[in-house]
């Protein structure tokens, strides 16, 4: 079956640069979601799509923009990068209208700013 | 704001040994998510409870729910070292923000042979 599908799968850059990340959620599921994850953290939320429009914001910083495109795939753009901001980015999908809430997380997306 | 507390945050046992991982959370849930991730991997759902009470079991691992749907636990009989990994609860959040997964700091399990 189709997963969730992220790109890159890893990414370094340095401080001040912009970078960005995509995914290609399941096909026919409506919700995308962002996660940033820190080493021995949980996943923290930063922010759905809802059928290509923004539905929930978490803790996603100014630096940052999302937005899911015509074909239903997501870009999470970051700019002025900083040290911190190293870390795995996961996107999700689920399917809500189908009653759907469990998500389904991509491989990820790590991070290394130097 | 909701939180989901987890514990215990590490866990490590001899296999055959039983585990368990407990979930509370600050609010009443609507369901509650089990996700295990292993090493160097992504969360993978698990499970989803949604009823007061609700038992669910996959194989050797155990699911409960608890009555008043503020609480969760996960419990694995005779584990094995393919079980190792750090095994998260998530809650859902409320109205707007109800997509949103609130996960716990989560549990990680080692198994030695």
């Known amino acids: 079956a189709a997963g969730v599908i992220q790109s890159p799968r890893h990414l370094i850059k340095e401080k001040r640069e912009t970078a960005t990340l995509k995914c290609y959620p399941i096909?026919?599921?409506?919700?995308v979601y962002w996660y940033q994850q820190g080493p021995g953290q949980d996943p923290q939320f930063l922010i759905s799509f809802y059928e290509k429009m923004q539905s929930d914001k978490g803790s996603i910083p100014d630096r940052f923009s999302a937005q899911q495109f015509s074909d239903y795939h997501s870009e999470l753009n970051m700019s002025s990068l900083e040290l911190g901001d190293s870390a795995l980015y996961f996107c999700?999908?689920?399917?809500?209208?189908?009653?759907?809430?469990?998500?389904?997380f991509g491989q990820g997306t790590r991070l290394t700013v130097v | 704001g909701q939180q989901v507390m987890q514990i215990p945050q590490y866990q490590h046992v001899q296999e055959g040994e039983d585990f368990t991982t407990y979930c509370n959370s600050s609010t009443t849930l609507s369901n509650i998510q089990w996700y295990k991730q292993r090493p160097g991997g992504h969360p993978v759902f698990l499970i989803q409870l949604v009823k007061s009470g609700e038992v669910k079991k996959q194989k050797r691992l155990t699911f409960q729910f608890g009555e008043a749907k503020k609480n969760s636990s996960l419990h694995i009989t005779a584990t094995q070292t393919t079980d190792v990994g750090t095994y998260f609860c998530a809650g859902p959040g409320r109205g707007s923000t109800l997509g949103r997964l609130y996960f716990g700091r989560g549990t990680q399990l080692t198994v030695w042979p």
């Open positions: 999700a999908s689920s399917s809500r209208d189908r009653g759907g809430t469990e998500a389904f």
């Open positions: 096909p026919r599921h409506d919700t």
